[in-house]
């Protein structure tokens, strides 16, 4: 049968050490094996995990300090329960405070100093519109003049334009494109010959073709290439003369409309420069005064921030564990520690070989001495997923957190809680000792009841199935049992048919 761990074991323990000495005390007789039996109860049984642990906070908050003033007053002490918002401790603030007088007198200077200059400005903001205004008009007049040569220039000022326009384009044509039925025939000639020069070379040089074919081979392909080139030529020629007699053409027309775009640029840029002048009137030279008094209050905001902090104050609601800051010393790590009595919990550890029946969410009941009796209820709401540091391989544990749902002002962080894990209760099931239940020769689970035939009285067996188990009863059905059904209570030394003499009873409880 499945051992666990007891806390009621002692009980069993005296009872049977009673049933013994009694037993061994009383006479045999001859008639049998002496034995003592006990009643099958019926009731609720409860299955838990008995442990131990602390009271402790479900919600612990660190405090610490953000600057590193001496501390100048501190108006609270351990166990003080405190509100969110509550001053903790005070830093000295004096040095602090001289600089924040100190930046406030230099940010009220620049303002003034800012204010002065836009002053000044106003005046030429007034002139700078004026010349923006010009310089807007002589843009717009610019712009007709403009698109009058550029329209001139593009459309040209007579036939003749037209037409050294369509020879300029046809002698580009010719001069550009290799595909023309002239450079095509002459390229031809010209890629012919030079493939019959390279087949005479090779007869030549074989010895198989006379010098003077080779010649002739060479003067065919000499004459191909003067005239091939020469074709080029002549098309670069007329090329270049068509381009110089349309740029010609088109000079007067074309110098216009240069010299408009020109002033046309200029005009744009009269106007860009009008602009920016305008807008450097409107904000002067403050922009980089602003920017200096804006790095002013960003200073000075930090020195405000820095003295709110001076005022270390309570984020939560809660008791104060650790004050660990006096008068005169300077904020290091943690400060205060405040936890939160409204959510408690109790901290203990589960043997590893109870591991496995624990789970997140199961109820426990919680005691403590300084509570007397009464119960609290709570439920498992963390598992560690690794063992604390064990000191033997049967000595593995594992931290198990149970929160406490009715904690209540009588219960304290610190306190010593005794918990119960509840892995399973029944009601109504029929139930004995541990040591009640034992194993006959197949292995099983068996207790023996009290047979009699006429004056001879003999140990019967009956096969039981078990359930579950408390700290000292385990539940048990079989053929015949109910409650109040006798049974022996030293199964280990029985057997089925033995003979006995029943000497006491005991009476079950709890």
Known sequence: MKKKSKKKIWIIAAIVAVIVIVAVALPKGGKGKTVATDSVLKGELVSSVDVSGPIE???????YSKETLLAKEIRVSEGDVVK??????????????????????????????????????????AKAKSNLDAAEDSLKKQQIIYDNAKKEYESGTSANIEKIKIAYEQAKSNYEDENSPEIVNAKSTLD????????????????DLAKNDFDAAQAAYDTASSSYDALKESYRRAYEQASLD????????????NTASLDLNTAKSNYESAKIELEQA?????????????????????????????AITAPSDGTLAQVNLKVGQTPSGIIFVIENTGGLRAKTYVKEYNLADVKIGQTAVIKTNGTGEKEYSGKVSYIAPTSKDATSASNVEFEVRVSIDDADESLRVGMQARVNIILAKKEGVL??????????????????????????????????TTGIESDVYVEISGDGITEGTKVITTPDDIETGDKVVVRAEDKAGA
Not at 84 to 96: N, S, V, W
Not at 192 to 207: D, P, R, V
Request: glycine share 8%; aromatic share 4%.
């Open 246 to 257: 349309y740029e010609n053409i088109g000079k007067n027309t074309e110098d216009a409309y």
């Open 431 to 464: 139930y004995v000792p541990y040591d009640y239940v034992g194993k006959n020769a197949d292995g099983k689970d068996v207790v023996y009841v009290i047979e009699k035939s006429g004056k001879e009285i003999a140990a019967k067996e009956i096969l039981v």
């Open 192 to 207: 012919s010959t030079g493939q019959k020069l390279t087949a005479a070379k090779t007869l030549y040089e074989g010895g």
């Open 282 to 310: 409107n904000s002067g030279d403050t922009k980089v005064a602003e920017l200096g008094r804006d790095s002013q209050q960003v200073d000075l905001d930090q020195l405000t921030e820095r003295l709110n902090n001076a």
């Open 57 to 63: 906070s479900e919600q612990e908050t660190n405090v």
């Open 84 to 125: 969110k918002g509550d001053i903790l401790a005070i830093l000295d603030t004096d040095e602090l405070e001289r600089e924040i007088a100190k930046q406030k007198l230099a940010l009220e200077s620049s303002d003034k100093s800012i204010a002065e200059q836009k002053t000044s400005n106003s005046s030429n903001a």
